[in-house]
């Protein structure tokens, strides 16, 4: 082995070139929330001098004023490529900020607008015969036939969503398998109120049927199955094939292993899928709009007669036009979130304890 | 097990003798499990087919109706005597509040998902994606009454603002009154599928190999040319479909534009002025004053946006499905 | 071009548990220092600290100091971008970019730079680096091809072109070959003794044949338990470490007994 100690420092490379240093100026950590502070006072300036009344064109000012700002100092003190790396870095920013500006309104206003009339009253008596500018009335009939339809459609699209799921992942090999694969996804895609429209040409135009809580059940089991079959499928997925083959192994046949083996182990994944299924089609209102029609008064039959459902009273409230309504609307819309909200969070800690534990 | 070997339909549950040896399923419990879970796929295709049957079929009867052009006429009135409808404005409506909702939202999702990936405090990126999940949630009639009582009449400070300096194009043009206009409908269908978008995307790039990132690091990258170099080439086909799958959203939303939108049977220039209509918006509007000649009318412009969206998600399929080759290769 | 290390009372972190501890040494310019020593001792740590890519790692935190001739690597002010522009490595697995062709993979740190502007010049830079590697032969004809469709020992020597193209001053290579068959591993040992009359190169490696074959000097580390921080036994010459160590721990290891 060469003995390299005794050349303790090197002459410079027959070729030299330029000096590589280590330190690069660089701005202060500081220099970017003071920057923001910066543009935020100048776009608000800027807009009191210039009369803007809207405080989305202040924000715009000040966000165009701190990526461009920031970028020509970054130019400046630290060079190109690391400014660059700060236009990135502030365009991320604002992208984050541009969206959680809306969606925090969102919520806010339906929090703060809605708690306004949101009462025990308001919860337990319907609309009646109540005229619509006036202040009163409730949402009992709307969350009847919301729990009904919601819970006629699971009834249908659960159980065929995930026979169809073990039919895949358990059985489903060759064409069949192959097709029902893609038409699940294609079906993902379509449209609520074009579910809404097919069950209205067949059971309403063809059929001659009236509206009712069940019609529009079938409207939103259409547009729960994909979700349902494709979120069991996940979850039969993760389940060890060594598990099954163990059962089987034992003499155990297919089906009970399927039903005693398989299931149990993922049944926390699939009721998670199963509600957040449920989450979605209960904000649904187009095919509800097509089929339910809404109505004034608590029917409690889904069968016969127009209902009323939560996301559908949000858009008749909202059509009234008078101030009563419009709060009754917003009231509504709280409700309806917090159901759905509620069912998620519910849903996605089922996830989070019931997690298959796989060895992978 | 070999499935070939059992019957195309569920028999009856006739007492079979299992037949131990074999291995093949004959046991009436296997047979039936079979049957039940087999039927219900072809439950599922047969209900794809009855939309589109049921869809054509309808459509067929109005369009043999409609005294006028279905592509290009600009009025809906099936009611009349001389019944004349056709989805030309739907059509134009339906593009452009969708494009104008995907340049809005895909920039800012991939932005908000890069954000949650590369840029957040680690202690707030993971609840970050949870909440976006959430948002993904809220009904969209909820962002139409939003849109309606609380955007609309924040945006005319910022329409005149637009018409001050851009109104020479025509396109942002801007005569006062409420901001219920295309354009509106295009931010709100912006934000609403922000967190889909958002959604797949930051998937994607959680995804992205340590190693590559790691590669570039190496040679001396900022955090922005990582990105560039290894993060967003990974994840472009998943950005892609991405935005297909919020562009297949945007083009079959109904309530968040009918409550948004002042809607008219005219295409003007101005994007920023209310009128306009979308195909899910007119059959929600259009749905109450409509008779059986109307509905079916309604159905037929519906059978054009399942094509439409048909095509959309597809596509984006094939994107995945050819991403999933791709990384694969790589492996 | 070859600089020297000098590291003096080291530790890295991750979040609150010690990876290594205080560790000193010093790697001499152009030559090739190899760090062995059983799993979960530490050396990769320490390999990913002399370029400022452990901070990479969440919760990864180091003390102490790294001087690459005199200048501290942790020093305020320093840039841990030029570090490693100026530190080059090779990773375990080959990661060349998926997406780019052999050429941009050779180019891209040097387009990151921005130092060659010009098309010819970058031709040669690249041609320069693939010969560099040995790989210029097998790839000329096809520099269009994505990367990732050359062999595993080609796409290793892929990345070590990709490495040399940016003119750095040390390569660090963290087991090059434990993901190649043994001919692809013999080409890279070649290559390493090439390349260490430019660079000075620190390799990790688990084959103890391998240390003894391409290293001028060797490091080897330990852990006195698991959960324990890693440490630094002894680095001395490579043929005195194998043949006649002065901690007993080494030899040990060498003659197989543990690890």
Known sequence: ????????????????????????????????????????????????????????????????????????????????????????????????????????????????????????????????????????????????????????????????????????????????????????????????????????????????????????????????????????????????????????????????????????????????????????????????????????????????????SLPLYVYQQWQQGSEASYDRAWAAALVLIAFVMILNLVARGIARWKAPKTGR | MDTSAIPQNPPPAAPVEPSEVSGKSVRPGDRVFLGLSRGSGIALLVIMAAIAAFLTYRSVLAIQGDKANFFTTFEWDPTGAEPKFGIAVLAFGTVVSSIIAMVIAVPVAVGIALFISHYAPRKLASPLGYVIDLLAAVPSIIYGLWGALFLVPHLSGLYSWLDDYLGWTGIFSYSQGAARSLFTVGILLAIMILPIVTSVSREVFLQVPKMHEEAALALGATRWEVIRMSVLPFGRSGIISASMLGLGRALGETMAVATVLSPSFLIGLSLLDPGGGTFAQNIASKFSEADTFGQDALIASGLVLFVITLLVNGAARLIIARRKEYSGANA | M??????????????????????????????????????????????????????????????????????????????????????????????????????????????????????????????????????????????????????????????????????????????????????????????????????????????????????????????SAVGQPGKLVEIDETERIFSNPSVQDTEDYISGRFG
């Open chain 3, 2 to 223: 070859a600089k020297r290390i000098d590291v003096s009372g080291l530790s890295a972190f991750y979040g609150s548990h010690k990876a290594i501890d205080d560790i000193s040494m010093t790697v001499e310019p152009r030559s090739v220092t190899a760090f062995i020593g059983p799993s979960g001792c530490g050396k990769s740590t320490f390999l990913r600290t002399l370029n400022r890519m452990h901070e990479v790692t969440p919760g990864g935190r180091v003390e102490g100091k790294v001087l690459l001739d005199d200048e501290n690597l942790y020093g305020s002010g320093v840039d841990p971008v030029a570090v490693r522009r100026t530190v080059g490595m090779v990773f375990q697995r080959p990661n060349p970019f998926p997406t780019m062709s052999i050429f941009d993979n050779v180019a891209a740190g040097l387009r990151l730079n921005g130092t060659v502007k010009k098309k010819s010049e970058l031709n040669d830079v690249v041609e320069k680096s693939l010969k560099g590697a040995n790989l210029w032969n097998e790839v000329k004809d096809r520099l269009n091809k994505p990367g990732s469709g050359l062999s595993g020992g080609q796409q290793q020597r892929l990345c070590i072109a990709r490495a040399i193209a940016v003119e750095p001053q040390v390569l660090l290579m963290d087991e090059p070959c434990s993901a190649l068959d043994p001919i692809s591993t013999l080409a890279i040992e070649d290559l390493i003794g090439e390349l260490k009359e430019r660079f000075t190169i620190v390799i990790v490696t688990h084959n103890m044949q391998q240390a003894a074959r391409v290293s001028d000097r060797t490091a080897f580390f330990n852990l």
């Open chain 1, 1 to 308: 082995m060469s003995n390299v100690i005794t050349e303790k420092r090197p002459v410079a490379d027959s070729a030299p070139r330029p000096p590589v240093t280590l330190r690069q100026a660089r701005l202060p950590r500081w220099s970017p929330p003071v920057f923001a502070l910066v543009a935020l006072a100048a776009g608000a300036g800027i807009g009191l001098v210039a009369g803007l009344d809207s405080k989305i064109q202040w924000g715009l000012i000040a966000a165009l004023l701190f990526i461009i700002g920031t970028y020509a100092v970054a130019a400046k003190v630290e060079g190109a490529r690391q400014a660059k790396d700060r236009l990135a870095t502030s365009l991320v920013w604002i992208a984050f900020l541009l969206a959680v500006l809306p969606l925090a309104s969102l919520i806010w206003e339906t929090v703060v607008r809605g708690s306004k009339v949101l009462d025990g009253y308001f919860l337990t008596h319907s609309m009646g015969t109540l005229p619509d500018a006036m202040v009163g009335g409730g949402i009992n009939h709307a969350i009847t036939g919301t729990l009904q339809q919601v819970g006629l459609a699971t009834l249908i699209a659960a159980p065929i969503g995930l026979l169809t799921a073990i039919y895949l992942v358990e059985y489903g090999r060759g064409r069949l398998a192959k097709a029902v694969t893609f038409f699940v996804d294609v079906m993902t895609g379509v449209p609520s109120i074009v579910a809404g429209l097919f069950v209205l040409s067949v059971w309403i135009l063809i059929l001659g049927f009236g509206p009712s809580g069940f019609a529009g059940s079938m409207a939103l089991a259409i547009l729960m199955m994909p979700v349902v079959v494709r979120s069991t499928e996940e979850m039969l997925k993760l389940v060890p094939n060594e598990l099954r083959e163990a059962s089987l192994a034992l003499g155990v046949p297919k089906w009970r292993t399927i039903l005693k083996v398989v299931l149990p182990t993922s049944i926390g994944g699939i009721t998670t899928g199963v509600m957040l299924a449920i989450a979605r089609i209960t904000g649904e209102t187009a095919p509800v709009l097509l089929l339910v029609w809404g109505a004034k008064t608590i029917n409690n039959n889904p069968f016969e007669g127009a209902q009323q």
